[in-house]
């Protein structure tokens, strides 16, 4: 029997719509201060890790992108749990809250050359909060949309990483702004901190329309049942790897494209500010587009568009690397950037519905935060580090496509297993 048959009613109280604008606005926040992070890393570089060359200073600083994900299962864990006791509405007020304070240290913490090794020490502090912050985050916001109404999980929940393509336009309009608008004396003095502030100014906003939420779970009924926490790694060890295993492409992908604008200023002989509009055009794209495919994830079931885009990614990876890399031009990144950024976008969009499915509503944000956490942290965050790595390993610039195609293989495994596991809707 089809598990969309068996779903129960959309929860009373408050809009479809305004719990997809309230739940976005926070998401789009904390995911915003994670990517802006990655997008500023060559000036980060050399304020917080000086080196005798800039080869390692930016692999430092890669590295600590990488290290702050390693948290987020710890973060996913105990968040989680929350969210499956407490209920979706006060883990993510949490996050929110956590994630602000950190974003207040990074914009105001000294450099290298005024405090020392103080600087990295506060720097690296302050995102291992964001990373825990934001493990909890994806499992209690997609677990909230995914609920609301079960009839259109797909489209709801794919507003999940549709929230953080917003995040992205905000950190590329930031870069691109800032990059074409300051000097570089300006950006590296003061400029590169504006976005961190940023965050701070909408954090409030985001905080108090989440308070409006309605909740979409029984809490007592939640407190009075065994731990989410030993129920999951129980009951649903499989279901926990396959559900780990569908993010990594996206993971990837993601933060793949993230490292474009570096790959273009420091391998491609391409401007900074250029790269950063390609980014901001590929981000606006992926907002578009993930919505519309967890759409018709509604109408045609979660696998097909995950499958045929997973394919995709691993066949042309190689081939648009070289073309890019033989050559390199502002319009041949366009084409490769986007590309690569519309085929994310048509794997992630049926990826939050589908890994709520494989849930029990009463583990749901745990098994959803954690499997998304452990995916991010050993494969997604680290992969501009990964890139770095393999672009010094080999001398080549079209090494970063290699660790895409083990991504689509590994992603494209988890949806056979997934596929052969079922779906858990009908208990939600």
Not at 68 to 74: A, E
Not at 110 to 120: E, N, Q, V
Not at 165 to 193: C, D, P, Y
Not at 299 to 323: E, H, Y
Request: hydrophobic share 55%.
């Amino acid at each position: 029997m089809d598990a969309r048959s068996l779903q129960p009613a959309p929860t009373a109280g408050s809009s479809k719509h305004g719990d997809i604008v309230a739940v976005s606005m926070g998401n789009a926040l904390d995911w915003f201060e994670i990517v802006v992070y990655g997008y500023f890393a060559g000036i980060i570089s050399t304020l917080f890790f000086p080196a005798d060359t800039p080869g390692i200073s930016l692999l430092l600083t890669f590295l600590t992108f990488g290290v702050t994900f390693v948290i987020r299962p710890l973060g996913a864990v105990v968040l989680g749990a929350y969210a499956d006791r407490h209920g979706r509405k006060s883990a993510i007020q949490v996050s929110i809250i956590m994630m602000a304070g950190a974003s207040a240290t990074i914009a105001v913490v000294p450099d290298y050359h005024s405090i020392g090794i103080l600087a990295p020490i506060i720097l690296v502090s302050a995102r291992m909060v964001q990373g825990f912050a934001v493990g909890g985050e994806f499992g209690s916001a997609t677990a909230f949309l995914a609920e609301k109404d079960a009839s259109r999980r797909g489209y709801l929940a794919s507003w999940q990483f549709a929230s953080q393509g917003v995040a992205a336009v905000l950190a590329t309009g930031f870069g691109f702004a800032i990059t074409q608008g300051l000097t570089e004396a300006q950006i590296n003095s003061w400029g590169w901190r504006l976005p961190f502030l940023f965050g701070l100014l909408i954090a409030p906003v985001g905080y108090y329309i989440r308070r409006r939420l309605i909740e979409t779970m029984d809490v007592r009924l939640a407190r009075s049942g065994p731990s989410p926490v030993a129920a999951l790694f129980g009951e649903h060890k499989l279901r926990l790897a396959a559900a780990t295993g569908l993010i990594v492409l996206g993971s990837v992908a993601t933060y793949t494209i993230v490292f474009m604008p570096t790959l273009a200023a420091r391998h491609l002989g391409l401007t900074a500010s250029n790269s950063f509009a390609v980014a901001l055009l590929t981000a606006s794209i992926q907002v578009v587009v993930v919505p519309f495919v967890g759409l018709l994830s509604d109408r045609w079931g979660r696998f097909p568009i995950s499958v045929l885009s997973a394919l995709a990614i691993a066949v042309i990876a190689v081939p648009s690397f070289v073309w890019l890399v033989g050559a390199p031009s502002m319009e041949k990144l366009l084409l490769v950037q986007v590309s690569l950024g519309v085929l994310t976008a048509l794997y992630v969009g049926a990826l939050p519905a589908l890994m709520a499915e494989l849930f029990p509503a009463r583990m749901r944000a745990t098994g959803l935060s954690v499997s998304y956490s452990v995916a991010v942290a050993v494969f997604g965050g680290f992969a501009p580090f990964i890139a770095v790595w393999l672009i010094e390993a080999t001398g080549s610039a079209v090494a970063p496509s290699y660790y895409l195609i083990l991504a689509a293989v590994v992603s494209l495994l988890a949806l056979a297993a997934a596929h052969r596991l079922g779906s858990l809707a009908e208990q939600a």
